[in-house]
Antibody
Framework: EVQLVESGGGLVKPGGSLRLSCTAS????????MNWVRQAPGKGLEWVSS????????YYVDSVKGRFTISRDNAKNSMYLQMDSLRAEDTAVYYC????????WGQGTLVTVSS | QTVVTQEPSLTVSPGGTVTLTCASS?????????PNWFQQKPGQAPRAVIY???NKHSWTPARFSGSLLGGKAALTLSGVQPEDEAEYYC???????????FGTGTKVTVL
């Protein structure tokens, strides 16, 4: 059974940092492009970032460019999202996910940015 | 800024048919946008139901179908069941900039 498990969420002050992790099991993680998606409370889904299977190609939504950094460690079946200079509007549940023929979502981790 | 627009809400009777659409502010949606559709129920993570316009996952009910309709991506639910009540999101891929954009979401009510 494929599982994606996010961790690292929590309460942080504006301007602070957090590092999210996504650990995969039950799949050949190194074969897959992966994504971070977020959902603010009561709002819709927003794609945040993608990383290619090797980590070579990385893309971000404009609102997080320069503040968030996606990375992966295929040896650890893990993907990360380093979030710096956090703002109140970054408050959301963050999901790791992939879509296409092989589609998987984690259960999400809540990030709250508040003073 | 690219916007992907869906109907805010649709209501359908049990056993009925409903079509959700997904439009891009940049123009007509084609298969090159690799439309995906996701279902999300309250308190749950999204679940993929359609990929690459019309392909179903092994868990996708046969009553769900995806297509292109009038320059938009479409998701049709035929013979709707009460358990289909959920929020549905489309996702489009913009290859020139290598970014994805989710649609605004459609809340489907089965009444």
């Amino acid at each position: 059974e494929v599982q994606l498990v996010e961790s690292g969420g929590g309460l942080v002050k504006p301007g602070g940092s957090l590092r999210l992790s996504c650990t995969a099991s039950g799949l050949t993680f190194s074969d897959y492009k992966m994504n971070w998606v977020r959902q603010a409370p009561g709002k819709g889904l927003e794609w945040v970032s993608s990383i290619s299977s090797s980590g070579t190609y990385i893309y971000y939504v404009d609102s997080v460019k320069g503040r968030f950094t996606i990375s992966r460690d295929n040896a650890k079946n893990s993907m990360y999202l380093q979030m710096d200079s956090l703002r109140a509007e970054d408050t959301a549940v963050y999901y790791c996910a992939r879509w296409g023929a092989d589609a998987y979502w984690g259960q999400g981790t809540l990030v709250t940015v508040s003073s | 800024q690219t916007v992907v627009t869906q109907e805010p809400s649709l209501t359908v009777s049990p056993g009925g048919t409903v079509t959700l659409t997904c439009a891009s502010s940049t123009g007509a949606v084609t298969s090159d946008y690799y439309p995906n559709w996701f279902q999300q129920k309250p308190g749950q993570a999204p679940r993929a139901v359609i990929y690459s316009t019309s392909n179903k996952h092994s868990w996708t009910p046969a009553r769900f179908s995806g297509s292109l309709l009038g320059g938009k991506a479409a998701l049709t639910l035929s013979g709707v069941q009460p358990e289909d009540e959920a929020e549905y999101y489309c996702l489009l891929y913009y290859g020139t900039t290598q970014v994805y954009v989710f649609g605004t979401g459609t809340k489907v009510t089965v009444l």
